[in-house]
C-alpha cells in the first residue's frame, strides 16, 4: 500500500520509510505542507501519517483542510502533545488515531493495520471474501483449505484488491501503490504479480479478472 508521510524530523522520517519499506510499503515522505498538498493533488494514498508542528505551518490545519474537502484517507497524527485536550480536539479534527513520540514502530504498524481494517470494515487481521481466508499480519492466503505464504509483493497487491473487491484497478494504479517514484518499474511487472496471485487462487472461486482496456479487478464467483 502507499502511504505518505509528513514529518520534518529527518532522522525520524527516514526510520519510519525504511521499517514501513521493509514490510513492502511504500512510503512518500514530506517534510513540510506544501510539499504535502503537491503530492496529496497528484497521488491517491492508502494512509497519511501526519506530525503536528512543521516548518511552514501546523499539521492540524492540514488534517481540518483535508476533512473539509471530504477526503476519506485514514490520518494517524504523529504527536508529541500527551495532554487530554490535544488529542481529543486532533480526534475531533477527524484524525483516525494518533500517536505520541517517540514512536514505538511495533505499535505503529499495528495502529496502520487497525486504521486500514476499520477502512474496509473489518475488525480482525482475518478477512473472508468468498471462499477465501486472508491475514494481512502474517500475510497467508487460506485457500481450499491451505495455508498459503505470499510473499511481499504479492501481499501487498491482494491487499489493494481485497480492501476494494469489484473494483477496476489499472496497471499503472497497481504499480503506483507497490512501486515508489524512484524505482522503474514497468507495467509488465503487475502481470507477473497477477499470474502468481491467480496460481495461488486456482483452487478457490475468487479469481482476478481481466477487464479489457482497464485493468484487473476481484471478484467471487
Not at 502507499?2 to 524530523?9: K, S
Not at 494481512?136 to 489493494?160: K, P
Not at 501503490?177 to 486456482?202: M, P, T
Request: net charge negative; charged share 30%; with cysteine.
Amino acid at each position: 500500500m502507499r502511504f505518505l508521510l509528513i514529518e520534518d524530523t529527518e532522522t525520524l522520517a527516514q526510520a519510519v520509510v525504511d521499517r514501513m519499506s521493509l514490510d513492502g510499503h511504500v512510503v512518500d515522505h514530506a517534510a513540510d505542507l506544501g510539499t504535502a498538498w503537491e503530492f496529496v493533488a497528484t497521488t491517491s494514498y492508502d494512509l497519511i501519517l501526519l506530525d503536528i508542528m512543521l516548518p511552514d505551518g501546523d499539521g492540524r490545519a492540514f488534517l481540518e483542510r483535508h476533512r473539509t474537502a471530504q477526503e476519506r484517507t485514514p490520518v494517524i497524527v504523529l504527536t508529541a502533545r500527551s495532554e487530554v485536550s490535544d488529542r481529543v480536539g486532533i480526534l475531533d479534527l477527524g484524525a483516525d488515531d494518533y500517536m505520541v513520540k517517540p514512536i514505538d514502530f511495533s505499535e505503529l504498524e499495528a495502529r496502520c493495520r487497525a486504521v486500514l481494517r476499520r477502512r474496509g470494515g473489518e475488525a480482525h487481521n482475518l478477512i473472508r471474501y468468498g471462499d477465501l481466508g486472508f491475514d494481512s499480519r502474517a500475510g497467508i492466503l487460506q485457500v481450499a483449505g491451505q495455508d498459503v505464504q505470499l510473499r511481499t509483493r504479492e501481499l501487498r497487491l491482494f491487499e489493494v484488491f481485497i480492501h476494494a473487491p469489484g473494483q477496476i484497478f489499472s496497471k499503472g494504479a497497481l504499480v503506483d501503490r507497490l512501486f515508489s517514484y524512484d524505482k522503474d518499474v514497468s507495467e509488465n511487472a503487475i502481470e507477473v504479480y497477477v499470474g502468481r496471485l491467480r496460481r495461488h487462487l486456482k483452487p478457490s472461486s475468487v479469481k482476478i479478472t481481466t477487464v479489457r482496456g482497464l485493468g484487473y479487478k476481484l471478484e467471487a464467483a
